[in-house]
DNA sequence: TCGAATAGTTCGATGGTCGAAATGCTAACC
DNA sequence: GGTTAGCATTTCGACCATCGAACTATTCGA
């Protein structure tokens, strides 16, 4: 009943779900998919207190740079992120969102999260706990993959 | 240490690596994200025995019908499907893949599948059944609230 | 100070996607 | 049986996201 190929569709499923609600999302907010990465990155990164720059941003989207202006241009006039000369290096920007990139964030997460937590509350901690392995498994095993065939050469 | 916002973050870092799976995979045989997403459709339809027809994938891939023709387009120049008029109805177009999609489609999860059946060796049978669960409800939850997004108003 | 290197943007071209109109086919009605 | 209405798909013209190459601004080394 459980068995792995099992796990590989449910996974899949999960996958397919989530990326028809990011793009559902990113549409009813007037925004790309790309834009929506980028958005995400850009949080992530300053709320963890590490801005990111154009440069490092089209490279962890693969994406060129002009590309990556293109899409800041866009997050800026939409009023989503903020550029900033770096004081130390003045080559450099400084990638920030403000009040209405964070309420968007919240209004993307609030629903998943009360959505997600109802689900969850019949599994105990320790059911969590191996949930937890498993996913953290999972996303090394896809990672790996993708590195072997990143080196590997094309057939076409 | 598993706590729900743990299990949250752990989730998207899953749908973010298979989406980087799925587009590098993509890229280096030449195909594009919606080619891609279209192929699966296809195959998924055609193993099935209900192969699809041009509008329902437009459908599920919220694209429109002329979007869809391009993609179609690709995917037969490219060899990987055949368009076939349906004998019951002329109108009506029958999507059916190709040895050459099969083989994509097995390069494609050969990999994966190897890749997660060892990851998940660890598990029980008894821990595999709960995280089939897990999942089964995360997929569930997602499709709720892309339900109830698509249902209320937007703001701009 | 002058060149080389780096960060980011601008510019022209390519190509995927869209809406609207056109084509091919079926079914219903008189 | 011919005509009309309706459906499935394709073609056409326009838009815009992305790309590579050239350009500007800034820093660092000799």
Redesign the interface.
């Known amino acids: 009943?459980?068995?792995?190929?099992?796990?590989?569709r449910?996974?899949r499923?999960?996958?397919v779900?989530?990326?028809?609600?990011v793009?559902?999302?990113g549409e009813?907010?007037?925004l790309h998919r790309t834009d929506m990465n980028a958005l995400v990155l850009i949080m992530d990164a300053d709320r963890r207190g590490t801005p990111l720059s154009p440069g490092r941003l089209a490279g962890a989207m693969?994406l060129s740079a002009s590309a990556t202006t293109s899409v800041l241009d866009r997050l800026e006039s939409s009023g989503h992120v903020e550029r900033a000369r770096s004081t130390t290096d003045r080559r450099k920007v400084e990638l920030r969102v403000n009040d209405k990139a964070l309420d968007l964030g919240r209004r993307f997460?609030a629903?998943?999260?009360s959505?997600?937590?109802?689900?969850?509350e019949?599994?105990s901690?320790e059911?969590?706990?191996?949930?937890?392995r498993?996913?953290?498994?999972?996303?090394?095993?896809?990672?790996?993959?993708?590195g072997?065939?990143?080196g590997s050469p094309?057939?076409?």
Chains 1, 2 share one sequence.
């Open positions: 009943m459980a068995d792995n190929s099992t796990l590989v449910l996974l499923q999960l996958v779900e989530s990326d028809h609600f793009g559902l999302f009813w907010h007037g693969h997460f629903p998943l999260n959505a997600y937590t109802a689900a969850w019949a599994f901690d059911e969590k706990a191996t949930i937890a498993f996913l953290l498994a999972s996303i090394e095993a896809t990672a790996t993959v993708r072997e065939i990143a094309g057939d076409r």
